[in-house]
């Protein structure tokens, strides 16, 4: 056989698939949680695999010494093809759907997943010995396509691999969208079922070259993924999910210059200390005390917007930022704080209420990292003052500047 025969090329084709989806599943080695991306595309690969081996199965393509393999008929052998290839791409859709972070129920999975399939048998049955059998097909190939390009677009500002999906999705369309507009105006006669349904070799280069490119993409995709993850938990506290000292600093500052562009000011700083966790400590021991931090750190996430900067700064010590913000509206918070951990139930395993103590500041002007030692320093003075009562916000001062 030759390289010119799409039997030939498919037994190429279908085992680097597989070999495909195996470094893709190599590639990656990110927490469980964030594997769902990887899992529906492997499936979406798998599927891609079987569809192209559909050809094979159909009577005489292997000759008579397979004909144990003669299970489809030409036309059962088009409606499996056609189908798997619309199913492969809605498993790649979820796939893509997954690195938004989006969470959904398994019945809209389902239904994203199996719809579109449905609705295209459904209409093929119907035009299966109609000229205008293919049109129906390629419309469907448009309306998939066109759904994973608008999942793929919010994608493009977190990675960069997404840039090359979104290219050769408006290749794809434009190509489909051609093909239905003109196989609709112009039917071509009714498709003959009477020898085996196979590739062309266009077809099939162009099938190949493409899913090659996507698998590649969103491989590249997953590894940008994973960076993020590594340098996420680089610099988070393992135990309340907030920022650590480590990442702290960096991250106010780039939040400080989001704010200044957009003109939001004043900013405010708290510093706050939970009050006798010496004594929690010793008294009901370590694993109450860091569910008391647990629960303090979920109460401040709760509370705080999507701007403000939550910080373990060490050991009971926390640091807030507060974007747009004036030391009015930040004391008005930390009242809330208080009052939302006062009227918290207590239970066997936390049988107390959480306290603390605090130092508050503003300010307009935070350009450096000196500039923001400068203000924790002050903030520093103001807890240290807050903490010989315990239970009160003390204000930065004259004194403390």
């Not at 035009?127 to 469907?140: D, E, P, R, S, V």
């Not at 006798?276 to 705080?304: C, E, P, W």
């Amino acid at each position: 056989m030759l390289l010119n025969d799409p039997v030939t090329l498919l037994f190429i084709i279908i085992p680097f698939g597989f070999m495909t989806t195996l470094m893709l599943c190599l590639s990656y080695v990110g927490s469980s949680r964030h594997r769902a991306p990887l899992h529906w595309w492997i499936a979406g690969d798998l599927v891609l695999a079987a569809y192209r081996a559909v050809d094979l199965l159909q009577p005489g393509v292997l000759g008579p010494e397979h004909a144990w393999l003669d299970m489809l008929s030409p036309q059962t052998a088009f409606l499996a093809n056609t189908c798997g290839l619309l199913l492969a791409i809605a498993c790649h859709s979820l796939a893509l759907h997954q690195l938004c972070d989006r969470h959904r129920s398994v019945a809209w999975h389902l239904r994203t997943l199996l719809a579109p399939v449905l609705l295209y048998g459904i209409g093929a049955g119907v035009l299966l010995h109609n000229g205008l059998m293919l049109a129906w097909f390629f419309l469907f190939c448009v309306v998939s396509i066109g759904l994973q390009f608008c999942i793929t677009w919010p994608l493009r500002r977190r990675f960069r691999g997404a840039w090359a999906l979104l290219a050769g999705h408006v290749a794809l369309l434009i190509f489909h969208a051609h093909s239905a507009v003109t196989l609709a105006l112009q039917p071509p006669p009714a498709l003959d079922f009477t020898e085996p349904d196979m590739f062309s070799l266009p077809a099939l280069a162009m099938d190949f070259m493409v899913s090659f490119l996507f698998t590649l993409s969103f491989a590249l995709m997953l590894q940008e993924q994973l960076r993020r993850q590594v340098v996420q938990l680089s610099i988070t506290d393992t135990l309340t999910g907030a920022l650590n000292r480590r990442g702290a600093v960096s991250t106010i500052l780039e939040q400080e210059r989001r704010q200044h562009a957009a003109r939001r000011y004043p900013l405010s700083v708290a510093m706050i200390d939970l009050d006798n966790f010496k004594q929690i400590n010793d008294q009901y021991g370590h694993a109450v005390g860091d569910m008391a931090l647990q629960m303090f750190a979920s109460t401040v996430t709760r509370l705080t917007r999507k701007d403000d900067v939550f910080v373990r700064w060490g050991g009971e010590e926390f640091l807030l930022v507060f974007p747009g913000t004036d030391i009015q509206q930040a004391q008005g918070f930390m009242a809330r704080l208080r009052e939302t951990l006062d009227t918290q139930q207590r239970t066997p395993s936390l049988p107390f209420s959480i306290g603390f103590s605090a130092g508050l500041a503003q300010t307009s002007v935070m350009n450096s990292r000196e500039d923001f030692e400068a203000l924790l320093r002050s903030v520093d003075k103001a807890l240290y003052r807050a903490k010989r009562v315990r239970g009160r916000v003390e204000v930065v001062e004259a004194v403390d500047l």
